[in-house]
C-alpha cells in the first residue's frame, strides 16, 4: 500500500489527519488572506523578477543577515529549493548523503537530478548515526549532504555536536551541506541545539527555507535558498528556468506578513508543545515508545512488541476503526521493513484536533 492511498482512506473515512505535515495549526492570518486579495485586485498579476520580489528577498534576507541582491533566491517552496539545488550541483556519478530515515522526496528528487543516494542510518531509538558510519558515507563521489534538523519524521533536533560532525566532513571533502530548515519555526534552540546553517562555519552551504509549515500558507507554494553569491547565480539560472517566478501577488503577500513578523507565535509554540506532551501520554499508555520529541512536529512511536501487526496494518485499522490517520514508517526508510514497527504522529493541528484523535484512539483501543 502507497501512502497517497492510506491518505485516500483517510479522507474517506473523514480521518483526524495526524498523517501529514500539513499545518491545520496556526491557522492562515486574516492579514495575510487580506495582504492576498490586495495584490491580485492591485494588478500583481504577471511575471515578476525571476530570483523573487524585491521585498519577499529583502524580508528573507533579513532573517539571514544575507544579501538580498546576491545570496537569496524565491522558490517554490523548499520542495523546489530542493529540486534547484540538486540540479545546479549534482553530475551524473555524484553521491548524495541522506539521514535515514527520510523525508519521502529526497531520494527521489537526487535521482531526477541524476545523482545516487548514499543512506546514513539513524539508529532507534535514539535515531542517531554512529561516528564510523558517518565518515564512511563521504568519499571523493560525495557532492552534497542534505541535512533536516528538525527532522521528519522523527522529531529530532541534532546537537551542535552532532551537526559539527557532519560539517568537519563537508569541509574535509568539499562538499555542500544543503540543510532542509522547513521546520525551522518549530525548532528548539537551548544552547546545545541550533539549526544546522546556524553550525556550519566554513562549509558551503545551501540552506532551504519555507513559510508553509510557519504561516500555515502550505499551498501558495513560498519557500527560499541563502546560499553565497557564486552558488546563487547557479541556482537561479535552474530556478528561472524551472518555474520563471514563484506567483507574484502571493510574494507580495508574503512579504507583507514576513514584514509584521507573522507567523509562528510563542503562544503557538506553547500549544504545539501541550499537542506534544498530551499525544505522548497517550501513546505511552498504548505501549508505544518514542523519544520525547525535541521539535514540536513529529512523534515517531514504535509499536509494542505485543502487538503483531504491523505500522501500515495499524494505520489502516486506525483509520477505519478509529477515524484517525496516521503514517506508518515503511514509508520513511530505504529498507521499508526497518519501518513497520514505526508511526509517525503530526503535531500541528489545533488542540480541538488532538483533543478529539485522542478520544477516538482511547475508545478504539
Ligand atoms: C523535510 C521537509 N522538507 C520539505 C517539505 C516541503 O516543503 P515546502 O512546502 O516548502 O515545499 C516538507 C513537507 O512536509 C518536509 O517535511
Known amino acids: 500500500m502507497k501512502l497517497m492511498e492510506l491518505l485516500i482512506l483517510a479522507r474517506l473515512h473523514g480521518a483526524i489527519d495526524l498523517a501529514t505535515g500539513t499545518p491545520a495549526f496556526p491557522e492562515t492570518s486574516e492579514q495575510a488572506l487580506e495582504a492576498a486579495i490586495t495584490a491580485l485586485r492591485g494588478g500583481f498579476n504577471q511575471y515578476s523578477n525571476s530570483a523573487g520580489t524585491a521585498e519577499l528577498r529583502a524580508q528573507a534576507a533579513r532573517l539571514h543577515e544575507a544579501d538580498p541582491e546576491t545570496e537569496i533566491t524565491i522558490t517554490a517552496g523548499a520542495t523546489e529549493g530542493l529540486n534547484t539545488v540538486l540540479t545546479a550541483l549534482v553530475q551524473p556519478g555524484d553521491e548524495v548523503v541522506v539521514l535515514d530515515p527520510y523525508y519521502e522526496s529526497f531520494s527521489a528528487a537526487v535521482a531526477v537530478a541524476g545523482g545516487a543516494t548514499r543512506f546514513l542510518k539513524l539508529h532507534p531509538p535514539e535515531w542517531k548515526w554512529r561516528e564510523d558510519e558517518l565518515r564512511e558515507v563521504f568519499g571523493p563521489r560525495t557532492r552534497a549532504v542534505i541535512l533536516n534538523s528538525p527532522h521528519n519524521p522523527t522529531g529530532r533536533m541534532f546537537s551542535v555536536e552532532e551537526l559539527q560532525q557532519v560539517t568537519d566532513l563537508c569541509a574535509t571533502w568539499n562538499v555542500t551541506l544543503i540543510s532542509d530548515e522547513v521546520y525551522a519555526a518549530y525548532a528548539v534552540r537551548d544552547g546545545r541545539r541550533a539549526l544546522p546553517s546556524e553550525v556550519a562555519k566554513d562549509v558551503t552551504v545551501a540552506t532551504l527555507r519555507s513559510m508553509s509549515k510557519s504561516h500555515s500558507i502550505s499551498g501558495w507554494r513560498i519557500g527560499w535558498i541563502h546560499a553565497e553569491p557564486a552558488l546563487t547565480r547557479r541556482f537561479r539560472l535552474v530556478h528561472e528556468t524551472l518555474t520563471a517566478c514563484v506567483a ?118
Do not use: W
Open 248 to 365: 507574484t501577488p502571493l510574494q507580495l503577500a508574503a512579504a507583507a506578513d514576513l514584514r509584521r513578523e507573522s507567523g509562528i507565535s510563542v503562544s503557538h509554540l506553547q500549544i504545539l508543545e501541550r499537542n506534544q506532551l498530551r499525544l505522548s501520554k497517550q501513546l505511552h499508555a498504548m505501549g508505544m515508545a518514542h523519544q520525547s520529541a525535541e521539535s514540536r512536529c513529529y512523534l515517531y512511536a514504535r509499536l509494542p512488541d505485543s502487538q503483531a501487526s504491523d505500522a501500515i496494518d495499524i494505520s489502516r485499522s486506525m483509520i477505519e476503526g478509529a477515524g484517525v490517520a496516521t503514517a506508518p514508517g515503511p514509508f520513511f526508510h530505504s529498507e521499508p521493513s526497518e519501518g513497520r514497527r514505526y508511526i509517525r504522529f503530526s503535531l500541528n493541528k489545533s488542540e480541538d484536533m488532538i483533543t478529539e484523535a485522542i478520544a477516538r484512539i482511547s475508545a478504539f483501543i
